[in-house]
């Protein structure tokens, strides 16, 4: 089992809805949470984080966190073709003190 | 303020040969760390430095070797090149070490032939 698990994609929606991208991670004791955002042919950059379960927002994004379920998903309402990138989901376990990520979700927002 | 600085931006190396790759952080941060990333393994941890000791090593060979200096700017080298280690190598800055954000440089496209 791979320790944080993404749906590769790629991942349609249209102009103005709303795209759900969703994370896994194995470990229980993951303490951090991240979401990057990775241009074609750029590095990542860090558009998200969050530390206790519940809902994040920061503007059209907002990250969920799920520990029971070992799950982090980040929602971003009013997609437009500017959000088309991966997005990576990054977990920190303080047990391996090291942020590993998943593979990452592509995401295609159509016109 | 500026971001984290990666030199080279790009290197052609011919099998057998010897790299190394320089990661300038972000002004402040003490933690560097450094990854490698392919189109079929995604982003994979090399190590970690704060405060010029190794505080943290993935699964890769010992070819891959890393140090930091006094004003926590780090070095990567990859000695005796392979084929398998052409890759996107990004480095990546933080103010602590731990569960902190990183803040990723543009990084250094190796190629080897």
């Known amino acids: 089992q791979k320790e944080v698990e993404q749906n590769s994609g790629p991942l349609s929606v249209p102009e103005g809805a709303i795209a759900s991208l969703n994370c896994t991670y194995s470990?229980?004791?993951?303490?951090?949470f991240f979401w990057y955002r990775q241009y074609s042919g750029k590095s990542p950059e860090l558009i998200m984080s969050?530390?206790?379960?519940g809902d994040k927002e920061d503007g059209r994004f907002t990250a969920q966190l799920n520990k029971a379920s070992q799950y982090v998903s980040l929602l971003i309402r009013d997609s437009q073709p500017s959000d088309s990138a991966t997005y990576l989901c990054?977990?920190?376990?303080?047990?391996?003190?090291?942020?590993?990520f998943g593979t990452g979700t592509q995401l295609k927002v159509e016109l | 303020k500026a971001g984290v600085t990666q030199t080279p931006r790009y290197l052609i190396k011919t099998r057998g040969q010897q790299v190394t790759l320089s990661c300038s952080p972000i002004?402040?941060?003490?933690?560097v760390s450094w990854y490698q990333q392919t189109p079929g393994q995604g982003l994979q941890f090399l190590f970690e430095?704060?405060?010029?000791?190794?505080?943290n090593k993935g699964n890769f060979p010992g070819r891959f070797s890393g140090r930091q200096f006094s004003n926590s700017r780090s070095e990567m080298n990859v000695s005796t090149l392979e084929l398998g280690d052409s890759a996107l190598y990004l480095c990546?800055?933080?103010?602590?070490?731990?569960?902190?954000?990183?803040?990723f440089g543009n990084g250094t496209r190796l190629t080897v032939t």
């Open positions: 002004s402040g941060h003490r933690s």
């Open positions: 430095y704060f405060s010029e000791t190794q505080r």
């Open positions: 990546a800055s933080s103010w602590t070490e731990g569960a902190s954000a990183l803040h």
């Open positions: 990054a977990v920190f376990t303080g047990g391996g003190n090291k942020l590993t």
């Open positions: 969050i530390y206790s379960n």
């Open positions: 470990d229980r004791g993951s303490q951090s």
